[in-house]
């Protein structure tokens, strides 16, 4: 089993930044996918970005150019980092691991709120 704490959520302008953290603990398999997921109001959740253990990335047409995805595997961490931030952004935001062993675990979800 894979838990995962994040953090870095709250409230920004339209235009501004933040910076998203999730760290993984338990067992977790080398091969794995860390990613990003966000449920709006009122819509459902949909994807984000992930990443491989290996470094290849996905965006969602709607984040690319401004949400950039990473990971440092050392210590089981992936981060979102999300540059102007635009009120459709607005969401919870949950993380994701996957692996081929324990498949999909997910995070607690942060709130992301973009307002001015």
């Known amino acids: 089993q894979v838990q995962l704490v994040e953090s870095g959520g709250g409230l920004v302008q339209p235009g501004g930044s933040l910076r998203l953290s999730c760290a993984a603990s338990g067992s977790i398999f080398r091969a794995n996918t860390m990613g990003w997921y966000r449920r709006a109001p009122g819509k459902q959740r949909e994807l984000v970005a992930t990443i491989s253990s290996g470094g290849s990335t996905n965006y969602a047409d709607s984040v690319k150019g401004r949400f950039t995805i990473s990971r440092d595997n050392a210590v089981n961490t992936v981060y979102l980092q999300m540059n102007s931030l635009k009120p459709e952004d607005t969401a919870v935001y949950y993380c994701?691991?996957?692996?081929?062993?324990?498949?999909?675990?997910w995070g607690q979800g942060t709130q992301v709120r973009v307002s001015s």
């Open positions: 994701n691991f996957w692996d081929w062993r324990t498949g999909d675990s």
